[in-house]
Structures are given as structure tokens and as C-alpha cells.
């Protein structure tokens, strides 16, 4: 039986350098591979992937740091689907509706 404390949620966090052409070319390339890899922004600079597991994550985290720029931070979260639930969203003065966890596997 699948948990909500069990499925998991990933969030990137990055800061990437964007004053020459090459690194602004760099950190939309590694915007490009996040979603790539299944990530959906949920801001600029901050985006969240939903894993079926602790054990999926892992992999996500390796590839990522495989492609970041020398001068970038990055850091991960990891929480759970129970966690993910109670995340309280505003859009200027506006509450945002409860985010919703996916229902079933989305299968590309």
C-alpha cells in the first residue's frame, strides 16, 4: 500500500551565475534538464519532482549534481507526500488553493 509518508517530494533550490552569456547559457541548460527530468517549476529558481520513494531520490540528486555549473548552489529538500500537503502558498496578498497530490503514476 502506498503511504503518504513513504511517496516523496524533491525540491532544488539554485542560485547559478548569469553574467556572462555562457553562464546564463549554463543555467538554462540546467533549468532545461530539471524539467527534462520530470521537475515542474514552481518558481524561477525553485523546482519540485514527486518520487515514488526514499529510493528514487537519490538518483535525481546524482544527476543533478553531474550537471551543475562550478560556480552554482544548489541545495535539495526532500519531504514527504503528508509534508507536501499542509505547504501554504500566497500569490500576492491571494492564498493559493491546497496543492493537491498527484492521484496516480504518470508514466512518459
Known sequence: MLSGYRLMW???LF?????TKRERKD???FRKFLLDQGFEMCQ?????RFCAGKEQ??????RGKRRLHPAGDVQIIYF????????V???GAM???ANTNPQQYTLF
Open 44 to 48: 524561477l529558481s525553485v523546482y519540485l
Open 15 to 19: 542560485d547559478l551565475p548569469v553574467l
Open 95 to 97: 492564498r493559493q488553493p
Open 80 to 87: 514527504t507526500d503528508k509534508q507536501y500537503e499542509n505547504i
Open 10 to 12: 524533491m525540491m532544488v
Open 27 to 29: 543555467a538554462t541548460n
Open 57 to 62: 531520490a537519490p538518483v535525481y540528486t546524482r
Open 89 to 91: 502558498s500566497f500569490s
